[in-house]
């Protein structure tokens, strides 16, 4: 099966899975599921992408000669198995992480993936990674804390956060939003998201039984719009971090001050991806058009977005070992995407250069 037709068969069934809708979906005479199911796993969906086989199943659009075959219908159900006991984990992590913090009157918010899974139709099949929180300026005292009453060894090798592992579970403390070091506009736009993160306190949710606060629309439209155009940009994005957004959108897009966030995606040149997330978002993944306001249409950079989503156009791995090997492969990596940090970045790329160079002699290990 040729790459495309994997992707667009993958694409529709994460719509059938995100809309409960079966409008969109095109008898396939033939389909083979060990590329879809290695495709979904790259992207970051299986397990969304099994809810809608599931659907077309039920609804006789696929039938029993058609269903994945046994080994990797065996496959499949190990991997979903596996990101919902994950889930689980993290899910009694962040009750237990929130509690210890309000007993020392530590408020903790969650950025991006659990917070975002509540989002879902089925939020324990939103793969999650790591777990992102701000603690509302208090990060350096929680953490001191977890040293002195837990033990807990702390890491600082990164810029924008501290890194420490429970059970396990990877957790980045926050005290900034953004990697600051990496873009000279990435400051003027952590001082946006920290003034909005103090006008609102955010949205307050149960987890466990503990009390987490989740970001206010807007303070989650633009670290949603930068953290993804920043993987875009260095690296690549998948149809998860897509999706989160469209999501997102559908469930907040009456709250999202929609005039502000298009001027400033202007003022820090992230407009064009900003249209492209939502024409991406409302022709594959069923956001309703109705949700954004009207925006300027290009297919070609559409078109160019959606595929290096699906395929990078820079898709080498990274060297393991050898620290001049990774130094190249960075450079390599970074001059071809140069077209995407055109994209989303307002500095030029020899500004940028510099400034990066920078960012990795003040910490070392994240050329690791």
Known sequence: MRSNDTAKILINIIFVALTKSTERWQPVERIDWTDIFKLAAKQGVIAIAWEGIEQLANEGLLCTEQLPERTVKLQWALSIDNIVK????????????????????IRMML???????????????????????????EQERADRLLREEKGIKIDEDVHHHTTFVINGILIENHYDFINIHAHTSSKHIERELKRLANEDKGEVVEVGSSAVYLPSPNLNALFLLRHAASHFASTELNFRQVIDWALFV?????????????N?????????FLDSLNAISIDHFGLAKEYVPDFERNAALEERVLGDIISPEFSEKAPKGNILKRLVFKFRRWWANRWKHRLVHREGLFHTFIVQVYSHLLKPKTLR
């Not at 659990?114 to 929180?133: A, K, M, N, V």
């Not at 202007?266 to 064009?272: F, V």
Request: charged share 30%; glycine share 6%; hydrophobic share 35%.
């Open 250 to 262: 559908k469930r907040y897009h009456a709250e999202v001050d929609w005039v502000w966030l298009s």
């Open 86 to 105: 994950r889930y689980r984990r993290q899910e009694a992590l962040i009750s237990k992480l929130a509690a210890f913090y309000k007993s020392h009157d």
């Open 111 to 137: 950025l991006k993936g659990y917070g975002i899974s509540l989002l879902y139709p089925t939020p324990e099949h939103r793969e999650c990674g790591d777990i992102d929180i701000w603690l509302y300026g």
């Open 264 to 272: 400033y995606a202007r003022e820090m040149n992230m407009h064009k």
